[in-house]
Structure formats: C-alpha cells, structure tokens
C-alpha cells in the first residue's frame, strides 16, 4: 500500500514537472519576443547583482524566467530520485532520466552564457532546441508512469513497416524547422517578409539575406506539414490494431496546421506577444506530440518475463489482431 501510494505520488510529481517545464519553454520565448535578455544586465544567477530584481519589466520577466528554471530543477530532482525508487529497471527510464537531467543543465548554461557573453543568433538557436529536448523528455517521463499497465500495452503489438523510420525522420526534420524558426527570430528577419505565404509579393523570393532564411524556414515548414499529413494517412490504415498511433499522429498533424496558422498570425500582427507565445507553445507540444510516437514505436520492454506474458493477454484480449494488415 506505501508502494502504491509513493508511485501515485512520483506519478503526480511528473505530470507537474512536466508542465512546469513547458512554463520554462514559455518564459523564454516571452524573454526573446520582449527583448528582456539583458533585463538583469550581466548578472546571473542575481539580477543586477541582487537577490530581489528592480521592479521594470524587462528584469521581471528575465528574473521570473530564471526563478521557474530554477524551481523545475528542484522538482526534476524530487522526481529524479522517485523514479530511481520505484521503476529504475525501465529501460525508457534509463535513458530519460540522464537526458532530462542533462538538457536542463546545458539549457541553464546556455542561459547563464548569454547573459555573461553575449551569443551569436546560432548559439541563441540551439538555446531553444536544447529547451525543446527538454520538455520532451520529461513529457516522454510522465507517458511512461501514467501508462504503465494501461495504454503502454500497445507497444506489445506488431508496428506498421517503415513507421519507425518516419516517425524518427519526423522527429529529426521537425527539430530542424525549430532551429531554424530560432534563427529567424534571433537575427531579427521574422519581418523580412510582411505577407504570407507569398515573401514581398513573391512566390519565389531568393535565397539571399534576411528575405532568403524566412523563405527557407517556409519552405522546411511546407515539407514537415506534408510530411506529417503522410505519417497521419500512414497511421490511418493501421487504426484498429494501433490506434495509439493514428491518434497521436493525427493530434500531431493538427498541431503542425495550427503552427502555420500562427506563424501567419505572427506576421499580419507585426509579432504581437500573442502570436509569439502561440507560435513557441504550439511547436513545444508538436514535438512532444512526435517524440511520443517514437516512443510507442519503440517495443515495450519488460523487467521480467511474467511481466510480458501478463502484458501480451491482456494486449490480445483488447487490441484487435494485426495478422491481416493495414485497415483498407
């Protein structure tokens, strides 16, 4: 019964981790689309060397970003040890765990590195992406604890051909729209071009100056979104034998629309914080969203061999057999 009652906590302890991170990603964009990067000047971890920051706005919202980074960090210890207590034999654990520790403090550093020395737009960029690999990983984290012995047993049934492979290149393209979407932003071209989906006016803008990576990150977003629709029409035939898959490439598709959808947002409100914030926390939870299919194409390991067996009769007596193939 304290098993019980300590792996519902841990449980729990991950779901807030999470969100608390996803508050870390949202702060941070809300420090870029502001300008408050140097709201505390060049002080870190103080603010203009002391404790409580000057009441402007530009050292509040550097200062808040800071206080949420440093409180996620005492919850992914709490939820660090909790995990390590009570499911350290997981496989996805073990490879979750020192990835979630380790983005966080490179993601910390990172921070501290561009207060102290100011960056280039390419280190600023990576800041981004490392944030990124953050939240997924503690995401990643919490699906594991709620799902064990419930949805997880999913994983025990035949994967779709090839859907590995898509899922892990939607993964790797996606990551590379996000850096450079981080790249726009932080060399100040999300306006180069004033209209959308044309640039100036054009179809075909060129390659050359701010105009040029706009139009690149365009075109890399055109090519996720038609990809993404494939994996979704992809999943869609396997939907009665994994529809663990269909859903979560179908959320993921809808996520990657509404990631457009703002981006125009982005430009006919002239970077309004709104737009900026929507655009940051839409394209969060779209990698979320694929790193979870990663993780379901994955097979389900077991600690133990009875573990299996109890996983796989329950899997055949809800999950409808996959021998035939996809769904026509």
Do not use: K
């Amino acid at each position: 019964m304290v098993e019980g009652r300590g792996r519902r906590l841990v449980r729990r302890l991950a779901v807030a981790t999470a969100v608390g991170m996803f508050l870390v990603v949202m702060l941070g964009a809300t420090v870029t689309t502001t300008g408050s990067g140097e709201g505390c000047g060049r002080s870190w971890p103080l603010c203009h060397g002391r404790l409580i920051p000057p009441l402007s706005p530009p050292a509040l919202i550097e200062y808040s970003h800071r206080l949420i980074t440093g409180i996620e960090g005492i919850l992914m210890a709490g939820l660090a040890v909790g995990v390590l207590l009570y499911w350290r034999r997981r496989r996805e654990i073990q490879v979750l765990l020192p990835l979630m520790v380790l983005t966080l403090l490179v993601q910390s550093g990172l921070g501290a590195w561009a207060v102290l020395a100011p960056q280039s737009p390419l280190v600023m960029a990576l800041h981004f992406g490392v944030s990124l690999t953050a939240f997924a990983s503690v995401l990643l984290m919490a699906v594991v604890l709620l799902e064990e012995g419930r949805s997880e047993r999913y994983r025990l049934s035949p994967l779709p051909p090839g859907f590995a492979a898509l899922a892990w290149g939607s993964v790797g393209f996606t990551y590379l729209i996000v850096y450079l979407g981080a790249y726009v932003r932080h060399t100040n071209a999300s306006l180069a071009c004033l209209d959308w989906p044309l640039c100036q006016g054009q179809l075909l803008p060129g390659f050359s100056g701010p105009v040029g990576i706009v139009f690149l990150h365009r075109l890399a977003a055109l090519a996720g979104t038609l990809l993404l629709a494939v994996l979704a029409i992809y999943a869609a035939r396997w939907r009665r034998q994994r529809p663990d898959l269909f859903w979560g490439s179908l959320i993921a598709l809808g996520l990657v629309l509404a990631q457009s959808a703002s981006g125009a947002a982005l430009v006919f409100s002239r970077l309004s914080l709104a737009s900026s914030l929507a655009h940051s926390g839409i394209v969060a939870l779209l990698f979320g969203s694929l790193c979870y299919l990663v993780l379901h194409a994955l097979p389900l390991p077991a600690t133990r061999p009875a573990e299996a067996e109890t996983l796989r009769a329950a899997t055949e007596a809800t999950v409808p057999v996959a021998a035939g193939g996809p769904e026509r």
